[in-house]
């Protein structure tokens, strides 16, 4: 389906109205005045783009800005943005890759993060025999914040499990964490206490945080071998307008996150939850079991997310629900929801 305009909590398909709960732009960010008002305050300032590189003799103040914002928000020692969180992810990749003797991922990780010969973290819910031997080596282990079809973040305590002759970097890509969970939306970066090497997150921006752009954190001597890649010194960065909006927003950011929070205690509080759906209250995301649960919410006029990650996959179906959604949104979905509950 086409829309003539940006999909918020409702939207217009063959001139007629549905509830829209799909997307990713978790605080409402782009259709937001205020934040709209910013984001236009400085691109009369920085322009619509910058295609220079970071590295180049003129530097602009932005970035500063916005990377120190962002550091401070996850909680790592340094930050740097880019121009997309697919970018970030395999800029990150890329400069493990000579740094690694062995990859492992938990399963369905963000293509950003995916490796050719990477091994499963798990085999038969056990960890991989790998990790586990006597052989002293480096490793990173690869996964999303929040993995797909679930609500709530990775448990990391199998870090414990692994001895310390393996060197580990965690890299942790927070698109869908970051900006939702944690104080303040922080995400699980600075949560993740466990001894370890390294721990790397990257994020898309684009999603809770409303910005087309990317971030890499972690260490500052590690974000210091990012800035020295080819890859990061020839590319354009961020649009700068865009970062300093993530400084000069943080009070947005913060309300916003208050509201969904909000929101969703309010689901927590009305909706029957049974096997037909994955519901957790501090995460955004409901997933639908049955095909059949997303067709009558069609018949509703509510429209949620629905498609195929890869070719061969089934449908991943999730009601995403946003900062904009008001009470009468959350009533007429979670009633159909119930009553389908129990029938079923």
Same mark, same amino acid.
């Given at each position: 389906? @086409?829309?003539?305009?940006?999909?918020?909590?409702?939207?217009?398909?063959?001139?007629?109205?549905?509830?829209?709960?799909?997307?990713?732009?978790?605080?409402?960010?782009?259709?937001?005045? !205020?934040?709209?008002?910013? *984001?236009?305050?400085? @691109?009369?300032?920085?322009?619509?783009?910058?295609?220079?590189?970071?590295?180049?003799?003129?530097?602009?103040?932005?970035?500063?800005?916005?990377?120190?914002?962002?550091?401070?928000?996850?909680?790592?020692?340094?930050? *740097?943005?880019?121009?997309?969180?697919?970018?970030?992810?395999?800029? *990150?990749?890329?400069?493990?890759?000579?740094?690694?003797?062995?990859?492992?991922?938990?399963?369905?990780?963000?293509?950003?993060?995916?490796?050719?010969?990477?091994?499963?973290?798990?085999?038969?819910?056990?960890?991989?025999?790998?990790?586990?031997?006597?052989?002293?080596?480096?490793?990173?282990?690869?996964?999303?914040?929040?993995?797909?079809? !679930?609500?709530?973040?990775?448990?990391?305590?199998?870090?414990?499990?692994?001895?310390?002759?393996?060197?580990?970097?965690?890299?942790?890509?927070?698109?869908?964490?970051?900006?939702?969970?944690?104080?303040?939306?922080? +995400?699980?970066?600075?949560?993740?206490?466990?001894?370890?090497?390294? &721990?790397?997150?990257?994020?898309?921006? +684009?999603?809770?945080?409303?910005?087309? +752009?990317?971030?890499?954190? +972690?260490?500052?001597?590690?974000?210091?071998?990012?800035?020295?890649? !080819?890859?990061?010194?020839?590319?354009?960065?961020?649009?700068?307008?865009? *970062?300093?909006?993530?400084?000069?927003?943080?009070?947005?950011?913060?309300?916003?996150?208050?509201?969904?929070?909000?929101?969703? &205690?309010?689901?927590?509080? @009305?909706?029957?939850?049974?096997?037909?759906?994955?519901?957790?209250?501090?995460?955004?995301?409901?997933?639908?079991?049955?095909?059949?649960?997303?067709?009558?919410? &069609?018949? !509703?006029?509510?429209?949620?997310?629905?498609?195929?990650?890869?070719?061969?996959?089934?449908?991943?179906?999730?009601?995403?629900?946003?900062?904009?959604?008001?009470?009468?949104?959350?009533?007429?979905?979670?009633?159909?929801?119930?009553?389908?509950?129990?029938?079923?």
């Amino acid at each position: 389906m @086409i829309v003539e305009q940006f999909p918020d909590r409702i939207i217009e398909i063959d001139q007629e109205q549905y509830l829209y709960f799909g997307g990713t732009a978790y605080l409402g960010l782009p259709t937001n005045k !205020e934040f709209q008002d910013l *984001v236009i305050h400085n @691109i009369r300032t920085w322009g619509t783009t910058y295609g220079s590189s970071r590295t180049a003799n003129v530097k602009l103040s932005a970035y500063d800005s916005g990377e120190k914002f962002l550091a401070s928000h996850i909680g790592s020692e340094d930050a *740097v943005t880019v121009s997309s969180g697919m970018l970030a992810g395999k800029l *990150v990749i890329d400069l493990m890759k000579k740094q690694t003797d062995c990859f492992f991922h938990f399963n369905d990780t963000h293509a950003a993060i995916r490796i050719e010969n990477s091994l499963p973290l798990f085999e038969n819910k056990k960890l991989n025999d790998r990790l586990l031997d006597s052989k002293s080596e480096k490793i990173t282990i690869l996964t999303d914040g929040v993995p797909t079809f !679930e609500t709530k973040p990775v448990d990391f305590s199998f870090l414990k499990q692994i001895p310390n002759h393996k060197e580990i970097t965690l890299i942790v890509d927070e698109s869908h964490s970051f900006g939702l969970i944690g104080k303040n939306g922080s +995400g699980i970066f600075n949560s993740i206490h466990f001894p370890i090497k390294r &721990k790397i997150m990257v994020s898309s921006l +684009g999603k809770a945080f409303g910005l087309t +752009g990317g971030v890499i954190g +972690g260490d500052t001597a590690f974000i210091s071998q990012i800035k020295e890649m !080819e890859v990061f010194t020839s590319a354009a960065g961020m649009n700068p307008a865009f *970062v300093q909006t993530l400084f000069d927003a943080s009070g947005i950011y913060a309300k916003q996150h208050q509201k969904l929070l909000d929101t969703l &205690k309010y689901i927590d509080s @009305i909706l029957i939850q049974n096997n037909n759906i994955k519901f957790d209250k501090d995460y955004p995301l409901i997933y639908l079991l049955s095909n059949q649960l997303v067709e009558n919410l &069609k018949a !509703e006029k509510i429209i949620i997310a629905s498609f195929k990650y890869t070719k061969d996959a089934e449908p991943l179906n999730r009601i995403v629900v946003t900062a904009n959604h008001l009470k009468e949104d959350l009533d007429k979905l979670v009633s159909i929801l119930n009553e389908f509950n129990s029938r079923f």
